[in-house]
């Protein structure tokens, strides 16, 4: 067993934290410099600073010097939605490994950049993901054993009970529009700001890679064509970015295959977990459905605060198995499980949803 350690720099830390976190909590990965570009607003060298203290390492403002200076092989991006291919594009043209926050991007060319720049340097990339929850783990195990045959159909209920601000109906007629950004910014001290970023994102683009990702997994074909229904039906920032919170998808895939989502943002008082969300596979000998938050135990109490889930995830490593996945591409010159070729995929279906949305009309995925 490899017991080599693997020196990252965070290159901006502006979301949940989440992902440099769990990389640090790897023991082959060492959180060695914080880095962002020097033009960033207060807001974002304050978080990025807050992350350096909490690991006792230096904040530079000034990417490629930190890159240059602290002797890193891994890149881990978090900054930013719009700003995540940049970053990891020029991580992979000085030659390091990349682990990136989702979304991959709001734009599907800048996930070409990315691709391109990490095939021609042949470094690592590895999209954050949920692919190893244990429920995720046990759906892929059936589906490749043959227990249900060959599948022909999958669904994934997606609902998220997270809030995004004031519910829908309640701006006064003379308010301002609720500001994408700031309702972000706002919404940091309690963990639902997904969507961190200039351009409004719709549910879709900020948790629709999870949905996705595991009907990619569990049936290795790509979409083809989806056809979707979108609208803002729960929440205020929602509405007055004109941007989805509820959506239904219909794909077409590969190998005939059918797909099917349902995600929303449906509140966080509408769920004792982070959400309802469930996959239902139908094979040619049987049929499986997971639910992803299990195994779970129930807690309840008097005084309860109402923030705490009384559904609690255990046995979940999925984020230390997902550093230990990027730790064996680079030992063994592999693949990691959402590539930055299947992230692009991902991002363009994404995309095709949301167009279809709009336009009424089924959309080819390009």
Known sequence: MNSSKFRFVALSVVKHAYVPRAMAAHPRFEPAVVADDPDRPDWVHER????????????????????????????????????????????A??????????????RVSEC????????????????????????????????????????????????????????KGTRKSKAAPVNWLERQIEAHSDGSDGGVGHDPMGELKIEGIYPLAYIRMLTGVDVRRVFARTTAHFHQANVDNNIEDLATVTLEMDGGILGTLCIGRIGA??????????????????????????????????????????????????????????????????????????????????????????????????
Not at 93 to 106: A, E, F, R
């Open 48 to 91: 990025n600073e807050q992350f350096a203290r909490e690991f006792d390492i230096p904040y530079i403002r000034d990417v490629e010097r930190a890159i240059a200076d602290f002797d890193v092989r891994v890149a881990v991006v978090s900054s930013e939605a719009e700003r995540h291919c940049n970053l990891s594009v020029r991580a």
């Open 93 to 106: 043209n000085v030659g390091l490994h990349i682990v990136q926050d989702k979304p991959m991007s709001n």
């Open 112 to 167: 070409d950049r990315v691709v391109e720049a990490v095939e021609r340097n042949g470094v690592k990339f590895l999209l954050w993901n949920r692919n190893y929850l244990p429920a995720l783990v046990q759906a892929r195990q059936a589906v490749e054993s043959g227990k249900i045959g060959d599948p022909y159909a999958i669904h994934v209920d997606f609902y998220f009970a997270k809030d995004a601000g004031p519910p």
């Open 269 to 366: 008082a509408s769920h004792p977990d982070i959400g309802e969300i469930k996959i239902h596979i139908l094979g040619s000998d049987g049929a499986l459905v997971i639910s992803e938050a299990r195994p779970e135990v129930s807690i309840y109490y008097r005084g309860q605060p109402m923030t705490e889930y009384p559904h609690l995830r255990i046995a979940d490593d999925n984020n230390y198995q997902l550093a230990q996945d990027l730790a064996q591409a680079i030992d063994m010159d592999g693949d990691t499980i959402l590539n930055a070729r299947a992230g692009r995929a991902i991002c363009a279906t994404v995309q095709a949803a949301i167009d279809s949305g709009r336009s009424g009309i089924p959309v080819d995925v390009s």
